[in-house]
């Protein structure tokens, strides 16, 4: 094997150890200068996205590829049969969710460069900054239960700590109290379930529990368990009501590696349920009275109720909300809203076999709008962030004008705004057509609501487009400036991704999402990776 | 290996289309348009004159903070309208972190109830 053979191979243990080794590095590399700790913190996050990227054109190269990497040996089974070693197994849904993972942290740390640069602490700040990298990595790439657990506490933990890293400001502080707490519980659930599992097949491998799951009273009640918890963690309504705290409170370049850190919670409910629990939810039927219903009908069904008071209340709470942060908090709520109304929509027809296309569609779209999500609201939390640099004002009612002496934060707030509404071209436009569209073969109904909803967070948007940016230039902010250069950068990386993907969705569609919902349906391929063992 | 024409394929789904080479005729021909229109407009208008100064029907004009509409007033009759919708989510969200898991809660009872249960 050469160099690049051998990169690749060892790749998915990279992609966590380079961050981790960053983060304990880079306090001692603060003792020498601020500005080379900087630059390492950057070079830290460039080489594991260059790595992720080189793992990304691995899996792509062969169709249906799963890369796995085994801990401590070269089998997955011992010779026993004990699947004792922990490994990462990374598939096109895994690498899908890297990538984004990658952007969000590229964009983040060089956001940080000139937008912390007044802040004390700062060896701190990106120590921290990393182990949340390190942390949203390993949930991402992890093919075991219980290591899915530790890296859920380790990016919990450094998230709850850059949460309250404005000490001075006490909401900041009573946010990060509020997610631990959360954090916690969820983490606590998730646990329960785990040894609930560990308890009845001797196994944490997700692969080898989804090959040998029973599907009995104790594993409905782990399913339970970690549904629920990822759910809260994901923010879904009624569960969400942390993720306006914390992602108003905390410095807008954590929260921008805290919208990655939620949706690796929401890829967690993903991976259990259509891989792990995937094979018993195609024939388990539950009764309620005479009537036999598809348990993966009866799981949709409630998926898309709670996707449904997802979207209508995160956009709702967005419309009365005038501080900055928290409304695009809410707004990001009604989006998470959308990615769950597909998955629930694509629980309800995957698995049937007189309408296979609906569900595979909605899943597209779903799994599509988790990328467009993330670039969209976590360009609008930017902006947010940048406004608050030049003015210190949070309030909308305080700020106006602002157009005039910030013109490229005004066009990336505009870039932003017409995503997240699902405008042409931008790219929640492509994701939420194919999600109406879907869902619309499901129930009409929930085509509407999805509709009216998007219109809604429109209004929202040029609410604030309208009281932040447009209106007479206000003396009070004749001195503002626009931001400096790396924070631009920052936003204009996100910026010309959300462009390019909606001038060219159906090569985006092709090349990383299709991959990943073949990745999600077809969860035999995955088992047997690992049962088969690994291919050197 | 992606080629040149996959940039210009078609996202098609049953009840629409993307292309971005039709969309940019589109958004060129729009464009035109509105040049056309504005073609039409006044030609006298010079700015920085009496011409560009705000008019209020003789009332004086107010200070420029108190003339820019606030946040909290843009879709005032639609939060008058929607008040009894508003007062139950302003209850739910309470902000205690008690509440936050009385809610976790509830949904994984319903959610053990649909799974577990029934």
């Known amino acids: ?536 | 290996m992606i080629e040149i024409q996959d940039f210009l394929r078609t996202l098609g789904t049953d009840s629409g289309f993307w292309n971005p080479l039709v969309w940019g005729i589109i958004i060129i021909i729009a464009f035109l348009v509105v040049y056309i229109i504005r073609g039409y407009g006044k030609k006298e208008y010079k700015k920085q004159t009496e011409q560009t100064k705000v008019f209020l029907s003789g009332n004086p004009e107010l200070e420029k903070e108190e003339m820019h509409v606030k946040a909290s007033n843009i879709y005032w009759g639609f939060m008058e309208s929607f008040k009894w919708l508003y007062s139950g989510l302003d209850k739910m969200h309470t902000g205690n972190v008690s509440d936050y898991i009385l809610w976790f809660v509830v949904i994984m009872g319903v959610f053990f109830i649909i799974l577990g249960v029934i």
């Open chain 1, 1 to 536: 094997m050469n160099i690049i053979d051998e990169l690749i191979f060892h790749s998915p243990a990279l992609i966590v150890a380079i961050p981790l080794l960053g983060a304990f590095l880079t306090p001692l590399i603060s003792k020498i200068n601020d500005k080379l700790r900087n630059g390492f913190v950057i070079f830290i996050v460039l080489l594991t996205s260059a790595i992720v990227l080189l793992l990304a054109n691995d899996i792509y190269s062969v169709c249906g590829k799963i890369h796995t990497y085994v801990f401590g040996g070269t089998q997955t089974i011992t010779e026993g049969g004990f699947a004792i070693r922990i490994l990462f197994e990374v598939d096109g849904l895994n690498i899908f969710m890297a990538l984004i993972a990658t952007i969000l942290a590229i964009a983040g740390v060089i956001y940080s460069w000139a937008f912390m640069k007044e802040n004390t602490g700062l060896d701190k700040y990106y120590t921290l900054y990393l182990l949340m990298i390190a942390g949203m990595f390993g949930m991402i790439l992890t093919g075991d239960m219980f290591n899915f657990f530790v890296f859920l506490e380790i990016s919990s933990i450094a998230s709850c700590a850059l949460i309250a890293f404005w000490t001075n400001k006490g909401k900041a502080v009573d946010a990060g109290f509020k997610y631990i707490v959360i954090s916690a519980t969820g983490a606590l659930f998730i646990l329960f379930a785990v040894a609930i599992l560990y308890g009845q097949y001797n196994a944490l491998n997700m692969a080898v529990l989804a090959s040998k799951i029973q599907f009995s009273f104790l594993d409905k009640i782990a399913l339970v368990l970690l549904i629920s918890g990822l759910a809260m963690k994901a923010g879904i309504v009624p569960m969400h009501m942390w993720l306006p705290d914390a992602y108003g409170r905390a410095p807008s370049s954590v929260t921008l590696i805290l919208i990655g850190v939620t949706q690796a919670s929401l890829y967690g409910a993903l991976r259990m349920i259509f891989t792990v629990y995937g094979g018993n939810l195609t024939n388990t039927l539950n009764q309620i009275g005479d009537i036999n219903i598809d348990l993966n009908l009866l799981l949709g069904i409630f998926i898309v109720g709670l996707s449904l008071l997802t979207i209508f209340i995160g956009v709702l709470m967005a419309l009365k909300e005038n501080n900055f942060k928290r409304m695009i908090a809410f707004a990001a709520v009604a989006e998470i809203g959308y990615m769950i109304l597909a998955i629930g929509s694509a629980l309800t027809t995957a698995f049937s076999t007189t309408d296979t296309t609906t569900g595979v569609m909605a899943l597209k779209g779903g799994i599509f709008h988790i990328l467009n999500d993330a670039l969209d609201v976590g360009l609008l939390f930017l902006v947010a962030g940048a406004v608050y640099y030049a003015t210190k004002e949070t309030s909308l009612n305080s700020l106006g004008g602002l157009a005039r002496n910030m013109k490229y934060t005004t066009i990336f707030f505009l870039i932003g705004l017409l995503a997240v509404s699902g405008m042409p071209p931008m790219n929640g436009f492509a994701s939420k057509l194919i999600i109406y569209q879907s869902t619309y073969q499901v129930n009409p109904i929930l085509a509407i609501v999805a509709i009216l909803c998007s219109i809604l967070l429109l209004a929202v948007f040029v609410k604030v487009f309208h009281s932040a940016f447009l209106g007479p230039k206000l003396p009070k902010f004749d001195e503002v400036k626009e931001v400096p250069k790396s924070m631009l950068l920052a936003m204009g990386i996100i910026a010309v991704i959300i462009i390019f993907i909606g001038l060219f969705p159906d090569l985006v569609l092709n090349n990383i999402v299709q991959p990943a919902v073949n990745a999600l349906t077809d969860h035999t391929n995955y088992i047997s990776n690992v049962i088969g063992g690994i291919q050197p």
